[in-house]
């Protein structure tokens, strides 16, 4: 027999209750409704990026859909703009000025991205909207899910999935409407005539949402978003983050509302743990800064409107730096932030510029490797190259090559008419003539042009290198 007393049985009982926390079983978060400043910053940055998301497809734009992705062409519609593989290196730019614009705004102000416009907040919150509306407040859920199964509960939380599974496919059918034109997907939608890879991924994103939005919620940013983790390595001590003040708030206490707290000892904080119940991760702020921890700023809301309640000056927890918080100047405009802010501004403007003035033709010169250079029978030094000419305009284009910066050149072409298709690739190839006795350098730089015939303000011009024998 056992004696539960003796340290062996303490050792157990103390590793079960580790393995009992390691594998909790998730408790469901009911968020209570907010309102206030930060809520309503939210509810915009809601409606914006959805009202982006699920109307900007249905919008034309020089009679095209406005944003298309349209892979088996290679074709890329931004708001009149055309984009094809060949401008890989502006999605390049577009992710680093992304992630340049995550590292400047963490280290300023936080998890501003988190708590206002990451798709995974976004759709949470749409999807809380769609829960309240049916079940009702905070508590009116909570009595519900404690309530044993009836058909006044099983009609709502049949209503509350169907809402949430419709409105997750339509999701999905967007999604899938930036790749395959949305009109002709919605023609498709009564004769169900879709493709098998439009079926896939209207399904598989919609489940995702509906998963996500509906059933997982915090624990994607707890323990699915690698972002949560590498946070701190960007905050300082001058970054914005939401904070209790403890200095004023402690201790805490309940208290009626016309008596001085300074006569009972106690703080502004009357513990009435609001802040945790409109904490959509379920963490309690005035525990201190904790991973998860979103941003979204509803415990300010909750606290300032029941400080106003009480008469007490806002601001108990609210956006504030470390050292704000112990009483030291704080220094916005430090070496990291101006750091972020100029490289940020440079690619971004530099990246516009280069989008706003691209060429919509592209010409490679591909050197012959098999030989550096040869002697022609009329004694001149020919060197051969092929050159590929990418029409990346939305017609077909005639084009007229020339070359320049070598002395007596002679441009030989293998083909009498350059005409590319849209977005179509064509190779040339073509050779230089050049004399020897011409030449005061093995090595010599010179350029190829190449215009519409069209429209000749429409040409690209790029540097080659001629080779020719060493001088004696």
Request: proline share 4%; aromatic share 12%; charged share 20%.
């Amino acid at each position: 027999m056992t004696d539960n007393n003796t340290p062996a049985a303490a050792s157990a009982a103390e590793a079960d209750s580790i393995e009992q926390d390691l594998y909790q079983k998730r408790k469901k978060i009911y968020p209570r409704e907010v309102h206030g400043l930060f809520a309503n910053l939210r509810n915009l940055g809601m409606t914006t990026l959805l009202g982006f998301f699920y109307i900007m497809p249905w919008l034309t734009w020089d009679g095209r859909q406005s944003i298309l992705f349209d892979l088996p062409e290679r074709k890329f519609y931004i708001l009149g703009m055309v984009f094809w593989p060949q401008d890989f290196i502006y999605l390049t730019m577009l992710l680093v000025i992304a992630a340049l614009a995550l590292f400047f705004f963490t280290a300023l102000a936080g998890r501003l991205w988190c708590g206002y416009a990451c798709p995974q907040t976004v759709w949470t919150d749409s999807f809380l909207l769609i829960e309240r509306w049916i079940e009702g407040s905070r508590q009116q859920q909570i009595k519900l899910d404690k309530a044993p199964m009836s058909a006044h509960k099983f009609t709502k939380k049949f209503t509350k999935h169907f809402i949430w599974l419709a409105f997750s496919l339509f999701t999905g059918f967007t999604f899938v409407g930036y790749f395959t034109p949305i009109r002709d997907l919605a023609v498709a939608i009564p004769s169900f005539g879709f493709g098998p890879w439009e079926i896939f991924w209207i399904f598989f994103y919609g489940f995702a949402t509906y998963g996500n939005a509906g059933w997982l919620r915090e624990q994607v940013c707890i323990y699915m978003c690698p972002y949560a983790r590498f946070q701190s390595a960007m905050f300082d001590k001058n970054t914005l983050v939401i904070s209790y003040d403890e200095k004023r708030g402690e201790p805490r206490g309940a208290r009626k509302k016309n008596v001085d707290p300074a006569a009972l000892g106690l703080g502004s904080c009357v513990d009435c743990s609001i802040c945790v119940q409109v904490c959509p991760t379920g963490i309690d702020i005035r525990d201190g800064l904790q991973y998860q921890c979103i941003g979204c700023a509803a415990c300010i809301d909750a606290c300032d409107d029941v400080m106003d309640k009480m008469g007490y000056e806002k601001g108990l927890i609210k956006y504030t730096t470390e050292n704000m918080l112990q009483g030291t100047e704080t220094n916005f405009l430090r070496p990291r932030i101006l750091l972020y802010a100029a490289i940020l501004s440079a690619i971004t403007i530099g990246t516009g510029i280069g989008i706003a003035n691209r060429s919509p033709i592209e010409l490679d010169i591909i050197r012959d490797r098999n030989s550096l250079f040869r002697e022609t029978g009329m004694g001149t030094i020919e060197n051969v190259y092929t050159l590929k000419v990418i029409n990346k305009d939305l017609v077909a284009h005639e084009y007229l090559l020339s070359a320049d910066g070598l002395p007596e050149l002679k441009l030989k072409k293998q083909r009498d008419q350059i005409k590319v298709e849209s977005g179509g690739v064509l190779e040339v190839p073509v050779s230089i003539e050049v004399n020897p006795d011409l030449l005061d350098k093995r090595t010599t730089e010179f350029t190829f042009r190449l215009e519409t015939i069209e429209d000749p303000s429409i040409f690209i011009v790029e540097e080659a290198r001629y080779l020719g024998p060493l001088k004696r």
